[in-house]
């Protein structure tokens, strides 16, 4: 297979508008707060609260270290900004500086299960900052400083460090020079030269450029052989406005621009500004030379332009939208991970170096299938791909693992762990392999954008969801609507409307092959010609399942309008199950540690037992396309015959129906949930064939599917995906009627990118 190449341009797109839409929507902000434990009867409060509450205080007060037992202590972080060194930005102060914060914590839930909370500290004075954040020891199992500028933010680490018994971390700092480092390593062996050899330029002068000199120097950079500039030029011996700390890395040398300073130079590390990086500089760099531009959001230089003058340089940038995204986020998460899991009292350097390494050598390796698919590309090493992608299922485990065991080796871990290989486990457990399928089916589209067909143009939440699908680059909504479709996305903040494909039966030039193509399928069902007329020019949902049928687009949204049994109707007047198929309903119930699709939940009233197996095989299907192993149990209320009753008989053929057809998932039934779900009610039955709680749900009928999959929604406290629609010869989905536009674009996204067939 050839390698794709990701093309040069930006590939995630959005406007501003999307951007605080993004934000705003629904509960404002980016995080909340989940109770871990049950609330629910005044029991559950007595214990929660007072009372029962004063027993873990007073055991606290004996042994400070059980606060890890009974507290969320262990496994939350805070990130701690006062907003002086937002991103590229500039010093915009700490109420700006939230968003990112939370951003922060979001990434750390996002990324390795970290629980995190952002505090913005409305201060400049180094005293007070530091004060009011050793405060906060006990609250915290780790404290993660953020866009913090230079040179104040090395006195607040350093001193936090003295006085707190936690890690302490200034990301910028720390985080940006293990990525670089792991960058480095890779970039230098790709172009064959040795580290002591290279010669680098630092661009930025402040947190992140400083840190990262002092790594890459650590590892074997000569100290002649790198020159930092800053917005004046280059940092030299003697100047005068420059810090202690700039000085311990100012030249000997006589250059004093940026643009001289990069004459023959093999490495350029920027860490300053946007745009601070022009393409008559790079011009002058050695051969192959390696460009790191990571200011954000915006670089120093833009690849392309970099590629323009130099194409045999290895460009790197902190946007996940280019190929090799050298960003802290690649660290920060599995290093408190690691950090947290043995109790480390801090991040030391043994600690840095073992992540700089773990980062860089699972760049070298075979990448796995569901990253490659993310990206569009056979990822091999190379110089397209010097680092692993943030999402790279594998980081959190290895990077994770070698910062746990530094904090071992090097003294610093007070509860170090045992069992390496169980600790792994966990690791990998601790990730939701759903999550990492729903970004990889959103990556997948893409790469792979399709057409999808909105059928219902005129809503607004579909015009949301069109606009959220076509700004997010995932394909080309294609909208059925009257022409008042385009003031209403200008309403909506679209500049250019006019980009928009919509489909209006009044003056559609497709309208005549549209009503042969149904009056061909449908003529000899009742319906005369002049029906499909009516049915092409009133409903929508006729109208679009035939644009469908014509090859216009590759998948069909609709369910906003009209009931999903009613809209079910329609399609299925124009759209036949796929051959030999019997279509069914599935709700997916995310959590954060589990997954479980539900289905039939919405199509067959009754299912036979053949119905149930071929259900069965086609939800196993649905879930190993999700990344997940699939278990299935076919529900009850009754338990291998306890009770006796009269309706068992389908579910318990349906498991005979599988055994002679021989496949290749584990399934058990009849059971009940409880026995289904709960480990130790299934070990009351020894003889069960399930090594493991079932993921993947079968139910007896509709009545008790629909029923559950709706009590769980409205009830429930995790998400939901669905119903989704298997089974269809072309992808149709029907979402419900209450449907937020982001529950549209994941259906659209799942539709095109197949894993509902
Ligand atoms: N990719 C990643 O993972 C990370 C990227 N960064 C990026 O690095 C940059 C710096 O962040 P941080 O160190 O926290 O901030 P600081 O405020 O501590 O440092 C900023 C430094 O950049 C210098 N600078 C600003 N503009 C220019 C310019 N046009 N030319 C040369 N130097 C310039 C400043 O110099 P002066 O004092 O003269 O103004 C200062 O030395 C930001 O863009 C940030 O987004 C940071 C951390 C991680
Ligand atoms: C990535 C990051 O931390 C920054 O740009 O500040
Ligand atoms: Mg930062």
């Given at each position: 297979?050839?390698?794709?190449?990701?093309?040069?341009?930006?590939?995630?797109?959005?406007?501003?508008?999307?951007?605080?839409?993004?934000?705003?929507?629904?509960?404002?902000?980016?995080?909340?707060?989940?109770?871990?434990?049950?609330?629910?009867?005044?029991?559950?409060?007595?214990?929660?609260?007072?009372?029962?509450?004063?027993?873990?205080?007073?055991?606290?007060?004996?042994?400070?270290?059980?606060?890890?037992?009974?507290?969320?202590?262990?496994?939350?972080?805070?990130?701690?900004?006062?907003?002086?060194?937002?991103?590229?930005?500039?010093?915009?102060?700490?109420?700006?500086?939230?968003?990112?914060?939370?951003?922060?914590?979001?990434?750390?839930?996002?990324?390795?299960?970290?629980?995190?909370?952002?505090?913005?500290?409305?201060?400049?004075?180094?005293?007070?900052?530091?004060?009011?954040?050793?405060?906060?020891?006990?609250?915290?199992?780790?404290?993660?400083?953020?866009?913090?500028?230079?040179?104040?933010?090395?006195?607040?680490?350093?001193?936090?460090?003295?006085?707190?018994?936690?890690?302490?971390?200034?990301?910028?700092?720390?985080?940006?020079?293990?990525?670089?480092?792991?960058?480095?390593?890779?970039?230098?062996?790709?172009?064959?030269?040795?580290?002591?050899?290279?010669?680098?330029?630092?661009?930025?002068?402040?947190?992140?450029?400083?840190?990262?000199?002092?790594?890459?120097?650590?590892?074997?950079?000569?100290?002649?052989?790198?020159?930092?500039?800053?917005?004046?030029?280059?940092?030299?011996?003697?100047?005068?406005?420059?810090?202690?700390?700039?000085?311990?890395?100012?030249?000997?040398?006589?250059?004093?621009?940026?643009?001289?300073?990069?004459?023959?130079?093999?490495?350029?590390?920027?860490?300053?500004?946007?745009?601070?990086?022009?393409?008559?500089?790079?011009?002058?760099?050695?051969?192959?030379?390696?460009?790191?531009?990571?200011?954000?959001?915006?670089?120093?230089?833009?690849?392309?332009?970099?590629?323009?003058?130099?194409?045999?340089?290895?460009?790197?940038?902190?946007?996940?939208?280019?190929?090799?995204?050298?960003?802290?986020?690649?660290?920060?998460?599995?290093?408190?991970?690691?950090?947290?899991?043995?109790?480390?009292?801090?991040?030391?350097?043994?600690?840095?170096?073992?992540?700089?390494?773990?980062?860089?050598?699972?760049?070298?390796?075979?990448?796995?299938?569901?990253?490659?698919?993310?990206?569009?590309?056979?990822h091999h090493f190379g110089p397209e791909y010097i680092i692993p992608a943030p999402f790279d299922p594998r980081l959190m485990e290895v990077v994770s693992t070698a910062v746990a065991k530094a904090a071992m080796d090097s003294g610093v871990a007070t509860k170090p762990i045992v069992d390496m290989d169980a600790y792994r486990a966990t690791l990998r457990a601790r990730l939701n392999p759903t999550t990492a399928v729903l970004t990889l089916a959103y990556e997948g589209a893409r790469a792979h954008p399709k057409r999808v067909i909105f059928a219902e143009g005129e809503e607004e939440v579909v015009l949301r969801a069109a606009i959220q699908f076509k700004e997010g680059g995932y394909g080309t909504p294609v909208l059925i609507g009257r022409d008042d479709v385009y003031d209403r996305l200008r309403a909506l903040g679209v500049d250019n409307p006019e980009e928009y494909e919509v489909h209006n039966s009044r003056h559609s030039p497709l309208v005549p092959r549209m009503v042969d193509f149904l009056y061909e399928r449908l003529q000899r069902r009742g319906f005369l010609r002049r029906d499909m007329e009516r049915l092409i020019n009133q409903d929508r949902n006729t109208f679009g399942a035939v644009l469908l049928q014509l090859g216009v687009g590759d998948a069909m949204i609709t369910g906003i309008t009209r009931t999903w049994a009613h809209s079910m109707r329609e399609v299925k007047r124009v759209v036949d199950p796929a051959p030999g198929r019997t279509p069914f309903g599935m709700h997916i119930l995310v959590g954060q540690s589990h997954t479980v699709f539900i289905a039939d939940t919405t199509v067959n009233e009754r299912p036979s037992p053949e119905e149930l197996a071929d259900i069965a095989i086609h939800s196993a299907e649905v879930a190993r396309r999700m990344g997940h192993d699939p278990r299935v149990a076919f529900l009850s209320y009754s338990t291998f015959g306890n009770p006796e009753g009269r309706f068992l008989e389908n579910v318990r053929n349906a498991v005979h129906v599988l055994d002679e057809r021989g496949v290749n998932f584990e399934y058990e039934g009849e059971m009940a949930p409880d026995v289904a779900l709960n480990p130790k009610q299934l070990k009351n039955y020894p003889f069960a064939r399930l090594s493991g709680p079932a993921n993947v749900l079968i139910m007896p009928g509709l009545q008790s599917a629909n029923i559950s999959a709706k009590l769980l929604r409205e009830l429930g406290g995790d998400d939901m995906i669905g119903p989704i629609l298997v089974g269809m010869e072309k992808p149709v989905q029907i979402a419900p009627m209450t449907s937020t536009a982001s529950e549209l674009v994941t259906l659209a996204v799942l539709a095109a990118g197949g894993i509902t067939r």
């Open positions: 297979m050839t390698d794709q190449r990701i093309p040069d341009e930006p590939s995630v797109q959005f406007s501003e508008r999307e951007a605080l839409l993004f934000h705003s929507e629904g509960r404002p902000g980016k995080i909340e707060i989940i109770a871990s434990k049950p609330m629910a009867t005044q029991r559950d409060l007595a214990l929660a609260y007072s009372p029962g509450v004063a027993v873990p205080v007073e055991a606290i007060a004996r042994d400070p270290a059980t606060a890890y037992d009974y507290t969320a202590k262990g496994n939350l972080v805070a990130v701690i900004s006062n907003g002086t060194a937002i991103l590229g930005l500039g010093n915009l102060g700490a109420l700006a500086s939230k968003p990112v914060m939370e951003g922060k914590a979001v990434l750390f839930k996002r990324f390795a299960d970290v629980d995190s909370i952002d505090i913005e500290l409305k201060t400049e004075d180094v005293n007070r900052f530091i004060d009011a954040v050793e405060l906060m020891e006990p609250s915290f199992g780790g404290i993660n400083l953020e866009d913090i500028k230079a040179p104040e933010c090395f006195i607040i680490e350093q001193t936090l460090r003295e006085r707190m018994n936690i890690p302490v971390f200034h990301d910028d700092q720390h985080g940006t020079a293990i990525i670089v480092a792991a960058g480095l390593i890779n970039a230098l062996l790709l172009t064959g030269r040795t580290i002591d050899q290279v010669k680098v330029v630092v661009n930025g002068a402040g947190a992140a450029a400083i840190a990262c000199t002092e790594l890459i120097k650590a590892l074997g950079v000569r100290h002649d052989n790198v020159v930092m500039c800053d917005r004046d030029g280059v940092i030299y011996q003697g100047r005068e406005d420059i810090n202690q700390w700039q000085s311990a890395h100012a030249t000997a040398s006589g250059v004093r621009s940026l643009k001289e300073a990069l004459v023959g130079a093999d490495v350029f590390l920027g860490l300053s500004a946007a745009g601070a990086l022009k393409g008559d500089m790079v011009i002058d760099m050695a051969p192959a030379p390696i460009i790191f531009a990571m200011a954000n959001p915006t670089p120093e230089i833009l690849p392309e332009e970099a590629k323009t003058v130099r194409p045999d340089a290895i460009v790197a940038t902190g946007r996940s939208d280019y190929p090799n995204q050298v960003n802290n986020v690649l660290g920060f998460p599995f290093i408190f991970r690691g950090a947290l899991d043995v109790r480390a009292r801090a991040i030391n350097d043994e600690m840095k170096i073992a992540a700089a390494n773990a980062i860089a050598e699972l760049a070298r390796e075979r990448v796995p299938e569901e990253v490659a698919v993310a990206y569009g590309v056979r």
